[in-house]
């Protein structure tokens, strides 16, 4: 391959790196709208009930709380293409499955909302920072796939979430059984025993 083309396609992946950060960055950006409007939506079977009422009461304040608990369920399909930074290995991929099997009972609550909100801001900070890493080294001649994984982890944007974090998520995923749901040789890595 010439140095040319090498030079065009190492443009093409800086080019989907930045467009994925900007799709992360707005992403967190709607998440932290949606958590302001479920502001009213407080949670529980109660409000689960009050919103299944809502589409037959239109204008009251039990329709707003059906369209928040619709907008709540779309805010994972919303997630899930937009946040995982490629190429950025295995913890990454780890991260995200715990977040996103969490969503829905996070999205139940207040305080879930609210670290929803804080951990897509996480994901969408470590595109960014993904995205000007990659463009460094891509414009320095020295991007490998290798040597980007090396410089996302020395950025210290191996890990988003911390032990602590992964418990809250755990705590939260639907669970079949009982104790923790994630894996013994995970829980050590991360930790949790």
Do not use: C, H, W
């Not at 799709?23 to 409000?47: E, F, M, N, Q, T």
Request: aromatic share 8%; charged share 25%; net charge positive.
């Amino acid at each position: 391959m010439g140095q040319k083309t090498v030079a065009v396609e190492r443009a093409k992946v800086q080019v989907a790196s930045e467009t994925a950060a900007e799709s992360a960055l707005a992403v967190a950006g709607d998440v932290r709208a949606i958590v302001d409007a479920l502001k009213l939506y407080k949670g529980g079977k109660l409000d689960e009930f009050k919103a299944s009422l809502g589409s037959y009461f239109p204008d009251t304040s039990l329709a707003k709380m059906s369209s928040a608990a619709d907008f709540a369920n779309a805010l994972r399909a919303k997630i899930a293409p937009t946040l995982r930074v490629q190429s950025s290995g295995a913890t990454s991929d780890f991260e995200m499955k715990q977040f996103m099997a969490a969503i829905p009972s996070l999205a139940q609550y207040p305080e879930g909302r609210e670290l929803l909100a804080t951990y897509t801001q996480r994901f969408a900070d470590r595109a960014v920072a993904a995205a000007d890493i990659k463009a460094k080294m891509i414009e320095d001649g020295t991007y490998s796939l290798k040597a980007f994984q090396t410089e996302l982890k020395n950025a210290g944007y191996e890990r988003i979430l911390t032990p602590e974090d992964l418990q809250k998520l755990n705590t939260a995923k639907p669970s079949t059984g009982t104790g923790s749901t994630l894996p013994p040789d995970v829980r050590r890595r991360y930790g949790l025993q």
